[in-house]
C-alpha cells in the first residue's frame, strides 16, 4: 500500500514539478507570479487530445503509437510555446514597468480570459482522451502496480528536469539567462538582449507546462477548460515548497507536494487531497518562506 501511494505520487509529483519550473523560472528573472501559467497546461492538455484524435482519424497510430505519441507532444508544446510568447508580449511586457499589483491583475485576467476562451472554444464538457492511445498493461512491484503510462510519465519528466538544468548551466543562453536573473540591468549593459531573454523563458516553461498536460490528459483520460486553475496553484505551492525562483526546488517541491498529496489521500482521504497542497502552502509562508532550498543556490532563474 505504501508503496503503491509513493509511485502514485512521484507520478502526480513529476507533473507538478514540471509546471512549477515554469512559475520559477520567471519569478527568478521578473520577480513576478504568472497565474495564467496553469491555463497554458489546460491548453496543453486540451492540444494533445486534440491532436491525437486527428492522427486517429487518419490511421496513423495503426502504423506506430510511438510515432503518434511524438508527434502529439511536438503539436501540443508547438501552440503552448505560441501561447506563452503572445501572453508575455500583450499582458507583461507592457506592464513591466508598472506597479506589482497591475502585473498581478493582468496575470489574474488573462487566466480568467483563456479558462472562458476555452470553454467557447471547445465546449464545456470534458474533452476524452482517445482509448486507442491508452497504454495497456503494468509492472508489479512488490505488490504494488506501476503502470507503463506511469512509467512514461516519470521518464519523460527527468528528461525535461535533466534537459532543463543542462540548458541552464552549459549553453550560453543558460548563462544569459541567469545573468539576467541576478541583475537584469547589468545584464543589459554586459550586451545581452533582456527581452530575447524573457521571451526565451516564457517558452520554455510553456513547453514544459504543455508537456505536463498531455502527460496527466493521459493519466486520468480527461481534460476540462477549469482544470488549469487548481493544478496552478499546486505547481505554485510546489515552487514555494522549494524555493521560488529556484530551479532545483522547483523539481524538488514538485515531487514532495505529489508524494505528500498520495499519501495523505491514501492514509486519511481522498477527498481532502486538495486541502493538503494549500495547508502546505500555508505552513511554508508561516514557517519557512524562503522555501526549502532557500531563496538561491549556486544557480537560479
Known amino acids: 500500500m505504501l508503496l503503491q501511494q509513493i509511485i ?29 501559467h496553469g491555463e497554458i497546461y489546460m491548453i496543453g492538455a486540451y492540444m494533445g487530445i486534440i491532436a491525437i484524435s486527428f492522427f486517429v482519424y487518419l490511421g496513423l497510430p495503426e502504423i506506430s503509437i510511438a510515432l503518434t505519441l511524438i508527434l502529439t507532444f511536438l503539436v501540443a508544446i508547438i501552440f503552448t510555446g505560441a501561447y506563452g510568447i503572445t501572453l508575455e508580449r500583450i499582458a507583461y511586457r507592457p506592464l513591466r514597468n508598472a506597479p ?7 496575470a489574474i485576467g488573462m487566466s480568467i480570459f483563456l479558462q472562458n476562451y476555452v470553454m467557447l472554444s471547445q465546449g464545456a464538457r470534458d474533452k476524452i482522451f482517445p482509448h486507442e492511445l491508452k497504454i495497456q498493461g503494468s509492472l508489479i512491484i512488490a505488490d504494488a502496480h506501476i503502470t507503463y503510462t506511469q512509467i512514461l510519465i516519470m521518464a519523460l519528466s527527468v528528461l525535461m528536469m535533466a534537459g532543463l538544468t543542462w540548458f541552464i548551466k552549459k549553453t550560453r543562453v543558460g548563462m544569459a539567462m541567469r545573468a539576467t536573473a541576478q541583475d537584469m540591468r547589468m545584464a543589459g ?4 538582449d533582456t527581452n530575447r531573454i524573457i521571451v526565451i523563458t516564457f517558452l520554455v516553461g510553456s513547453i514544459l507546462a504543455g508537456a505536463a498536460g498531455v502527460m496527466i490528459s493521459m493519466y486520468y483520460g480527461i481534460a476540462n477548460f477549469y482544470m488549469g486553475y487548481v493544478a496552478g496553484i499546486k505547481a505554485f505551492t510546489a515552487a514555494v515548497l522549494g524555493g521560488i525562483g529556484n530551479i532545483p526546488g522547483a523539481m524538488l517541491g514538485g515531487l514532495l507536494l505529489g508524494l505528500l498529496e498520495a499519501l495523505g489521500a491514501g492514509y486519511i482521504s481522498s477527498e481532502y487531497k486538495d486541502v493538503f497542497a494549500f495547508a502546505i502552502l500555508v505552513l511554508v509562508l508561516i514557517f519557512k518562506p524562503t522555501g526549502l532550498l532557500g531563496e538561491r543556490v549556486s544557480y537560479k532563474v
Not at 549593459?189 to 545581452?192: D, S
Open 8 to 36: 502514485n505520487g512521484l507520478t502526480i509529483g513529476s507533473v507538478y514539478a514540471l509546471i512549477a519550473l515554469g512559475y520559477t523560472m520567471v519569478y527568478g528573472i521578473l520577480q513576478l507570479i504568472n497565474f495564467a
Open 100 to 106: 506589482r499589483l497591475s502585473i498581478l491583475i493582468s
Open 189 to 192: 549593459l554586459l550586451g545581452i
